[in-house]
C-alpha cells in the first residue's frame, strides 16, 4: 500500500507536521494495524485526543458563557465532545476519505461508521497537541467546534427524559433499552443499544457509554416519530 498524501488536509487544518508518522498513526484504523497496538494506529492518539478535546470544549464553554453554571455547562460539553460531533468534525475536514483501514473493514462500510470517524478526529487532536501543542490543537477546533458550538450544543437537551414522557402521555408505557453489543479497548469502549417503545420500531443508538447510546437511541426515535426535529 502506498503512502498517503496528506498535504491537502495539513493545508484545511493550518499545520504542517514536523512529525509525519504522527499523522499517518492518526488516520490508521486498527483493523490495519492487527491489534499489534504499541501506537502503530490511531488507538493511543486517541485517548489523548479525547483528553485534549474535552479540555478546548471546557475552555470555550467557560469563555463563551460566564454566567453558566457548572449545570448548564456539563450538558453542552458532553454533546460538543460525543462520538458523533466528532464524526461530523471529521467529515468537515475529509478523513473519511482519508483513514487507512483493512479491506474487509472498508467493505462493511467503515468510511461512514460513526465510531471509526469520531476516534480518528480525537486522534488528529492528539497528534497536532503532541506535533504542535494545545495552540495547534486550538486552531483546528475553532475551524469546526467554535463556529458551530450554538447549534452543536443543541444535543444537551435529555432525549431519554423526552422520550419517557412522550411515551406515558401516549399510554405506551416505559422505552425498554436493550445493549445489542459492547466493543473497544476499556479507555474507549463502544456501545450500540437499541430502544422499543410499544407499537414503533425500534430505534439504534451508539456512543462511548451505555447512557451515551440510550440517549443516541432515544433521540433516533423522537426524530423519526416527528417529536424533535432534525437539529433538535
Known sequence: MSAPDF?????????????????????THSSLS?????????????FLGDRVLGLLTAEEL????????EGELAPRL?????KETCAKAAVHFGLDALIQMSQWEEESGGR??????????????GALYIDGGL???RRVYGLFWTPNLEPLSKYHRDAKTELQEWSQRKKLGTPDYVVLHAE?????????????????????????SKRAAQMEAARAILVREGVWAEDD
Open 7 to 27: 498535504s491537502a488536509l495539513e493545508e484545511r487544518l493550518g499545520h504542517h507536521f514536523t512529525n509525519k508518522t504522527l499523522l499517518a498513526r492518526a488516520l
Open 34 to 46: 492487527g491489534g499489534a497496538g504499541a501506537g502503530l494506529d490511531l488507538e493511543r492518539l486517541e
Open 62 to 69: 467557560w469563555r463563551r458563557y460566564p454566567d453558566y453554571a
Open 78 to 82: 458532553n454533546a460538543l465532545v460525543r
Open 112 to 125: 461512514k461508521k460513526k465510531a471509526i470517524l469520531g476516534d480518528a478526529m480525537e486522534a488528529l487532536l
Open 135 to 137: 495552540d495547534a490543537a
Open 184 to 208: 473497544g479497548p476499556d479507555h474507549a469502549p463502544a456501545f450500540k443499544v437499541e430502544v422499543r417503545v410499544k407499537g414503533f420500531k425500534p430505534a439504534g443508538g451508539e456512543g462511548r
